[in-house]
């Protein structure tokens, strides 16, 4: 028996719903979201947008709507894509309205409400603003706000549904973005053969070359990619030369501090072989490409980390028994869990 723990929200759900519902109008029903036990709390204050089978219907609509972008053709599910762990490996940078492109790669989405912030750069630090950046970026969706809320609002479905979820038909960029926050929340991988282990789960164990991957990652790897989120959710430097094309100075453009020169926010490592390409730029399309960069290819002028001024020493074993390992972190599950998956938007 799967031990999780769930988190409920009903008297905020209850104190919420009474405050912002039309007279008469039905309440919307509350979402019990189930979470592993051995996870860490929740960052996220679900309290004040409590999750509802309808704020969630309504966020998952709105994450697959391409109608939202300024040309209608680029949705927050064009690049996040289910299959790839709602990350996009089809090219190295992210890709918007017109045929812009971004100067990042695509992060993955899940296990959101644990983050403390968020893109690249750890810029947004809030989950309900996270898609205003993606909405209003000419790279990305590239729509000003109040076109969207306008769109949002002539549509009579999208009226009915806020009705649903929110109490009345007003669209406001709260709401959107609350409802977005919702589904998002839902968004959560911790079904892998890794999370069985964890979970001591009859009949499940690592093979030779898992557990001899596990022993390495632990090693070499768990400071930074700390379990069982497998990230620690800060920003650092990995030692990637600076990309003279993209002239992206990581996490210094948000705190203007050279102290931050070069810094990302350290990925999870859950789905970390369906969410190719890797690092900010996409520059590697095979895992084997970032343990040869961590093995000899760390750049001393690029503010490297200081458990990476030496480098990871990987040998060829190590390799190939971490990508065994890896192996063990896909949540077919979550790939392909229903729930989730793109909404055919007929209206």
């Given at each position: 028996?799967?031990?999780?723990?769930?988190?409920?929200?009903?008297?905020?759900?209850?104190?919420?719903?009474?405050?912002?519902?039309?007279?008469?109008?039905?309440?919307?029903?509350?979402?019990?979201?189930?979470?592993?036990?051995?996870?860490?709390?929740?960052?996220?204050?679900?309290?004040?947008?409590?999750?509802?089978?309808?704020?969630?219907?309504?966020?998952?609509?709105?994450?697959?709507?391409?109608?939202?972008?300024?040309?209608?053709?680029?949705?927050?599910?064009?690049?996040?894509?289910?299959?790839?762990?709602?990350?996009?490996?089809?090219?190295?940078?992210?890709?918007?309205?017109?045929?812009?492109?971004?100067?990042?790669?695509?992060?993955?989405?899940?296990?959101?409400?644990?983050?403390?912030?968020?893109?690249?750069?750890?810029?947004?630090?809030?989950?309900?603003?996270?898609?205003?950046?993606?909405?209003?970026?000419?790279?990305?969706?590239?729509?000003?706000?109040?076109?969207?809320?306008?769109?949002?609002?002539s549509n009579a479905v999208y009226r009915s549904m806020y009705k649903a979820a929110f109490g009345s038909e007003e669209v406001t960029t709260q709401r959107t973005f609350r409802a977005l926050a919702q589904f998002m929340a839902t968004l959560n991988s911790f079904e892998s053969k890794y999370d069985s282990i964890l979970r001591k789960e009859p009949g499940v164990t690592f093979t030779a070359e898992e557990a001899g991957g596990y022993a390495t990652f632990q090693a070499k790897c768990a400071s930074c990619h700390k379990e069982p989120l497998l990230t620690d959710g800060s920003a650092r430097s990995n030692g990637l030369p600076y990309n003279v094309s993209l002239h992206d100075v990581g996490r210094m453009k948000?705190?203007?501090?050279?102290?931050?020169?070069?810094?990302?926010?350290?990925?999870?490592?859950?789905?970390?072989?369906?969410?190719?390409?890797?690092?900010?730029?996409?520059?590697?399309?095979?895992?084997?490409?970032?343990?040869?960069?961590?093995?000899?290819?760390?750049?001393?002028?690029?503010?490297?980390?200081?458990?990476?001024?030496?480098?990871?020493?990987?040998?060829?074993?190590?390799?190939?028994?971490?990508?065994?390992?890896?192996?063990?972190?896909?949540?077919?599950?979550?790939?392909?869990?229903?729930?989730?998956?793109?909404?055919?938007?007929?209206?």
């Amino acid at each position: 028996m799967i031990k999780r723990s769930i988190y409920i929200v009903i008297l905020f759900f209850l104190v919420w719903a009474c405050r912002d519902t039309d007279r008469g109008a039905p309440a919307p029903e509350p979402y019990v979201l189930k979470l592993p036990d051995y996870f860490p709390a929740v960052t996220y204050d679900m309290s004040q947008n409590p999750l509802t089978k309808q704020g969630i219907a309504l966020g998952r609509r709105l994450f697959y709507d391409p109608r939202l972008s300024k040309d209608s053709t680029v949705s927050c599910g064009f690049c996040h894509q289910q299959f790839a762990a709602f990350s996009h490996y089809d090219h190295p940078l992210s890709h918007g309205v017109f045929n812009n492109t971004g100067t990042r790669t695509v992060p993955t989405l899940f296990n959101l409400i644990f983050q403390p912030d968020f893109m690249w750069d750890g810029g947004v630090n809030n989950l309900e603003i996270q898609p205003l950046t993606p909405l209003t970026d000419p790279n990305e969706m590239g729509e000003d706000l109040q076109t969207v809320i306008n769109k949002i609002q002539s549509n009579a479905v999208y009226r009915s549904m806020y009705k649903a979820a929110f109490g009345s038909e007003e669209v406001t960029t709260q709401r959107t973005f609350r409802a977005l926050a919702q589904f998002m929340a839902t968004l959560n991988s911790f079904e892998s053969k890794y999370d069985s282990i964890l979970r001591k789960e009859p009949g499940v164990t690592f093979t030779a070359e898992e557990a001899g991957g596990y022993a390495t990652f632990q090693a070499k790897c768990a400071s930074c990619h700390k379990e069982p989120l497998l990230t620690d959710g800060s920003a650092r430097s990995n030692g990637l030369p600076y990309n003279v094309s993209l002239h992206d100075v990581g996490r210094m453009k948000i705190t203007n501090n050279t102290a931050d020169y070069l810094k990302f926010k350290v990925p999870s490592l859950r789905n970390i072989l369906r969410s190719q390409p890797y690092m900010h730029d996409g520059r590697f399309y095979d895992i084997f490409q970032v343990f040869e960069h961590y093995d000899h290819g760390v750049d001393a002028q690029s503010n490297p980390d200081p458990l990476l001024k030496s480098g990871i020493p990987l040998n060829a074993r190590e390799q190939r028994e971490l990508y065994f390992f890896f192996q063990t972190l896909t949540d077919m599950r979550f790939i392909n869990n229903p729930a989730t998956s793109e909404v055919l938007i007929q209206d």
